[in-house]
């Protein structure tokens, strides 16, 4: 039996992703706006436990490319 995952988790995945790869301040914090998630009505703040693995910054590149294709769909679909 297979568990399905709402789609608006996956874009609320998608901005989890973006934020903890892309978004980590000086201070090993993300912040979390309110409304970056589904119900969440006030900001949230995480501290990176860890610092990436070596080997990172290559799965990092890739996730930023497919990232930006991501955008240019929003953007081509007006979202």
């Given at each position: 039996m297979?568990?399905?995952?709402p789609?608006?988790?996956?874009?609320d995945?998608?901005?989890?992703?973006?934020?903890s790869?892309?978004?980590?301040?000086d201070?090993?914090?993300v912040?979390?706006?309110?409304?970056?998630?589904?119900?969440?009505?006030?900001?949230?703040?995480?501290?990176?436990?860890?610092?990436?693995?070596?080997?990172?910054?290559?799965?990092?590149?890739r996730?930023?490319?497919?990232?930006?294709?991501?955008?240019?769909?929003?953007?081509e679909?007006?979202?």
């Amino acid at each position: 039996m297979s568990e399905e995952i709402p789609l608006h988790r996956l874009v609320d995945l998608c901005s989890l992703m973006a934020r903890s790869v892309f978004g980590v301040s000086d201070r090993n914090t993300v912040v979390f706006p309110p409304e970056t998630f589904e119900r969440q009505s006030n900001a949230m703040q995480t501290r990176q436990l860890e610092p990436y693995p070596a080997g990172f910054e290559e799965q990092r590149n890739r996730v930023k490319a497919r990232f930006r294709v991501l955008r240019d769909v929003l953007v081509e679909l007006d979202l």
